[in-house]
Every structure is written in structure tokens, then in C-alpha cells.
């Protein structure tokens, strides 16, 4: 492999104590050549849907053979592995919860386990995916990792419902900005679209029926719909907060994490789009 190796660092575990320098620390003191880039650490731990659109839509701009290590509600149950998969020329170390597939919209071909059996605490199992991670960049590569499976946990984001004359998508992310991004692509949207006129609808029987180019297509305070930088649909108001002024919420995380029989169940509002 030509320059120093890339691996990506994403979490649910914040910064604001010592454990993210720890893991790095234990990254480097395997493979000191190691270029650590930090995607986020303030994943919310139950929410796979935003995960996953965060993770997939930065990993895709990173060199082929990256290596992307993605620590999420890590003991939601009691693991005796980590997994070791293969996305698009790159790897990917995660938890066997679901994530991976959420990233992959599929299940990988290639997947390894990293044995944690004996290992209890957060920097125990990191110690093991640091020492994986060193294998992986040195002569011993992925098969050294520890023996292929192809069982693992699988969970899928929701797709567009699609009727001859509409769609219906779900609030996928709201950033920082309170825009709301949905789980429409460009592509999609298009194919069904056909070339008509239509109507995004959204909450209290708001409407857009534009595709504008980007904030500064609409005057401040106007209400405005794109496809952003991922491809998805968003929604925003120029230098306004869209989700709190609209009352919009993405996955119900309340109701997920409130009523254990609710949990790995995905609760969204929706936005509809009518062609005519």
C-alpha cells in the first residue's frame, strides 16, 4: 500500500473525557504510520438510520482500501465479536448490531470476525480492533485477522413508497442547522418524476414545488428544496431553522428507546411529493 495508511474513527462516545485520545493512542502505538481522521463522535447511540447516512456519505470520498472503524451502542449485548467487512474497495470495523449493513444497503460478500470474547471494557475491545487494524496493513492482510463468516445481524434503512402519481419519503437526518434532509435521491426522484411538475408537501399542508440549486436561490426566510451534496432531497429556509420552525423530527428515538418492544423499529415523519 503507497503513503500511510488511511483509518477513520466514528463514534457515540463524545469527546469530552479521555477515551477517543485512548483508542487513538492504542491505534498508533500499533502502526505508528497510521493517518487517524476523525468523522464524529456524537453519534446518538440509537439511531441507525442517521449513522448510517452519516458514515456511508463520508466514507465514499476517502482512498480505496481506507480502513473505517464505527463504535456504536457497542453494548447493546453482550458481543464475542467485532466485524471485519469489505465495502467498495474499503474496510470497515463495526459492531455485529446492524450497522454495517445500514451502511452497505446490503450485505457484504467479504466479512471476518475479530475475536473480543475475553475482552469487557471499551478499551479492551479497542486494544483487539487496534491489533486487527495493524494486521490488516501489514503482510497478514484481512484473512488475518480471524475466520470468514457470513451470519451476521441485518438491519436496512426504509425505502421511498412510491404510487404512480406520488412519493412518500421519510426524515432521514436533521443537521445543525435544523435543515431536513430525506430519503429521496436525485435519481429517484427523477426516474418517477418524469419530466412533470409536482408538490412537496410537508407538515401544517406546506408547500415547495421547486428544485432550487442552493441557499442562495430564495430570499432569506423563504422556504426552498434541493438535493444536497449526498443526493438526497432536503428541505431548508435560507438562514432559518426549518425542523424547529415546522415542528419536523426524524426518527423517533423516544419511542424507540422507551418501549423495549419498539426497539430495532424505525419511527419517522414523512414528506410526500404529488406529480401532475
Known amino acids: 500500500m503507497v503513503g500511510m495508511p488511511v483509518v477513520s474513527l466514528t463514534s457515540?462516545?463524545?469527546q469530552q473525557d479521555y477515551l477517543i485520545g485512548a483508542v487513538k493512542g492504542q491505534l498508533l502505538s500499533c502502526n505508528a504510520s497510521l493517518n487517524i481522521v476523525d468523522i464524529t463522535h456524537y453519534?446518538?447511540?440509537s439511531n441507525y438510520p442517521q449513522a448510517a447516512y452519516v458514515?456511508?456519505?463520508a466514507f465514499k470520498h476517502f482512498p480505496k482500501q481506507s480502513l473505517h472503524i464505527v463504535l456504536l451502542n457497542l453494548f447493546e449485548t453482550k458481543a464475542d465479536k467485532m466485524l471485519l467487512s469489505v465495502i467498495n474497495d474499503q474496510y470497515l470495523i463495526s459492531?455485529?448490531?446492524?450497522?454495517?449493513?445500514?451502511i452497505a444497503a446490503e450485505k457484504p460478500q467479504t466479512i471476518y470476525e475479530i475475536d473480543i470474547r475475553n475482552n469487557h471494557t471499551l478499551l479492551e475491545i479497542t486494544d483487539t480492533v487496534a491489533k486487527a487494524v495493524n494486521v490488516v496493513f501489514s503482510a497478514g492482510g484481512i484473512a488475518g485477522t480471524g475466520n470468514e463468516i457470513n451470519e451476521i445481524v441485518e438491519k436496512y434503512p426504509l425505502r421511498p413508497t412510491i404510487g404512480p402519481n406520488w412519493m412518500e419519503g421519510q426524515i432521514l437526518?436533521?443537521?445543525h442547522f435544523e435543515n431536513v434532509v430525506i430519503n429521496i435521491?436525485?435519481?429517484e426522484f427523477e426516474e418517477h418524476r418524469q419530466g412533470r411538475s409536482f408538490k412537496l408537501v410537508f407538515?401544517?399542508?406546506e408547500v415547495i414545488d421547486t428544485i432550487y440549486e442552493n441557499y442562495a436561490s430564495v430570499q432569506e426566510g423563504e422556504k426552498l428544496a434541493f438535493f444536497n451534496s449526498a443526493g438526497y432531497l432536503e428541505i431548508a429556509i435560507n438562514k432559518g431553522n426549518m425542523a424547529g420552525l415546522f415542528g419536523l423530527q426524524g426518527f423517533n428515538e423516544r419511542i424507540n428507546m422507551q418501549n423495549p418492544a419498539m426497539q430495532n423499529k424505525w419511527f419517522y415523519q414523512t414528506v410526500r411529493v404529488f406529480f401532475e
Open 43 to 45: 453519534l446518538s447511540s
Open 95 to 102: 459492531p455485529d448490531n446492524g450497522i454495517v449493513t445500514m
Open 12 to 14: 457515540d462516545i463524545g
Open 173 to 175: 437526518f436533521i443537521d
Open 55 to 57: 458514515c456511508k456519505n
Open 185 to 187: 435521491s436525485k435519481e
Open 203 to 205: 407538515k401544517r399542508n
